[in-house]
């Protein structure tokens, strides 16, 4: 099913390569793999040979990861954006992933039967929908009975939880008063054009608890960012290549437009835009990279949220 035209709004954001590029990246350092495979998968609990649902898989970041580790499984990915579906297809072709299929289709009204799926899964997409509580809805109802539902969904409430060694010392009282202050705005203003919200992922257990879901374990992931000269433990390769895809020059100002746009949503200026946009010095942190001298550990409240439909016999 495609997206009707009186279908909730979903923040279309993500189809530029740029974007594209960066989220791909960033399927790499999502996760620690030991942290998905001994925590993650058996709490999934998925029987052999089950068919497992990924809502807005975007460029298939977590359907991949489950596919690698789980060749028994039969995931479909789906996703509004085609231009994201075909990259995703691509990148399962390359891999030689055939336990898994993307399809397109609207988040908020999902085209499959009721009880179809022993998991039902989405990871950074419940921040991005106008209206979170029924897509979680419509994920319990497309659960079998004692089927699993997680969400990987984060909380930002603006303060800054990173550190830099460039721009660290840079940073004075007032420029954190300030950086909180606008980064509220921007929050309110995403939810005011209905394209989510951001402080979504603690709230998470009680969208799932009021589909009426058992919410069983709530929890962190453990991913920390870290790159530390002289950089010589492999992990740091990845993070290094994230980091160098978010510092890229925005040449065409992207960033900008959109910030502007969200600032005027919540009621401030293009002037607080602006200067939330330069309020980081990325070229000194772009040479820092270059130079092999950057520090930078940064992690952010990623709730993972596991629930299970009730046994249908008992509810």
């Not at 596919?67 to 039969?74: G, I, V």
């Not at 990915?77 to 075909?86: S, V, Y």
């Not at 539902?149 to 800054?160: L, Q």
């Amino acid at each position: 099913m495609t997206k009707r035209s009186d279908s909730p709004k979903m923040n279309s954001t993500w189809v530029d390569e740029d974007t594209a590029n960066y989220l791909r990246l960033r399927v790499k350092t999502f996760y620690n793999a030991d942290y998905f495979e001994r925590v993650v998968l058996p709490l999934l609990n998925i029987p052999q040979h089950g068919q497992v649902l990924d809502v807005g898989c975007g460029y298939g970041g977590l359907s991949t990861i489950l596919a690698e580790l789980r060749p028994d499984l039969q995931i479909t990915g789906l996703d509004i954006e085609a231009a994201a579906l075909e990259s995703a297809a691509n990148g399962a072709r390359q891999n030689g992933l055939t336990n898994l299929t993307f399809e397109q289709g609207d988040a908020h009204r999902l085209k499959y039967e009721d009880c179809r799926f022993a998991a039902v899964l989405c990871q950074t997409v419940l921040t991005h929908v106008q209206d979170a509580g029924s897509v979680v809805r419509e994920m319990a109802r497309v659960l079998k009975s004692n089927g699993v539902f997680m969400a990987a969904e984060y909380t930002s409430i603006g303060p800054v939880s990173t550190y830099n060694s460039v721009e660290d010392e840079k940073r004075d009282d007032a420029w954190y008063e300030k950086i909180f202050r606008l980064s509220r705005l921007l929050i309110k203003g995403k939810r005011a054009l209905g394209r989510g919200d951001d402080r979504l992922g603690v709230r998470v257990p009680l969208l799932a608890a009021a589909a009426g879901l058992d919410v069983f374990d709530v929890r962190l992931n453990d991913r920390v960012l870290h790159v530390i000269p002289p950089y010589v433990h492999p992990k740091q390769a990845d993070y290094l290549e994230l980091l160098r895809a978010y510092y890229a020059p925005d040449p065409d100002c992207k960033g900008l437009t959109q910030n502007i746009e969200l600032m005027r949503a919540a009621g401030g200026t293009e002037e607080d835009a602006e200067w939330f946009y330069n309020s980081g010095d990325t070229a000194a942190v772009r040479q820092a990279i270059t130079d092999g001298n950057l520090t930078e550990i940064s992690a952010y409240m990623l709730y993972l949220t596991f629930a299970r439909e009730p046994d249908q016999d008992i509810r």
